[in-house]
């Protein structure tokens, strides 16, 4: 696929069937030297049994802590014997990751670093 490049301040250009691109960094119109080689396309026009046959059920409220797992750790706010964790390495590749704990009883948020 070809990329078009915008005359004024060189950004690309996004992928459009006119004749003008407006161009989305500096709003300068430019002329769509790609026009005859673009083809824009949707999943409809594409059928597929295993589209069909999908089904996409989500919770109608989801807590961002819904997926964390759990831990028997006793939570420093309310002394809940369970609170919820996850891990994310902020830190150097070579160092321990950090800890995030969640109490559903009290909603009391802490990390560590390990």
Known sequence: MAIQFC???????PV?????IKCECCSTLNKNTLLS???VSSTDK???DLRKKRT???????????TWSTTDMTCPSCQASEVRYTTLQLRG??????MF???PACSTRW????
Do not use: H
Not at 56 to 66: E, G, H, K, L, R
Not at 111 to 114: A, F
């Open 93 to 98: 590749a070579d160092e321990g990751s950090t």
């Open 7 to 13: 005359d004024a301040c060189g950004d690309t250009l």
């Open 46 to 48: 594409f059928p597929s």
């Open 37 to 39: 080689s673009v083809t």
């Open 111 to 114: 990390n560590e670093n390990n």
């Open 16 to 20: 459009s069937d006119s004749k003008n």
């Open 56 to 66: 996409i059920t989500a919770p109608t409220q989801v807590a961002s802590t819904d």
């Open 101 to 103: 704990y969640f109490c």
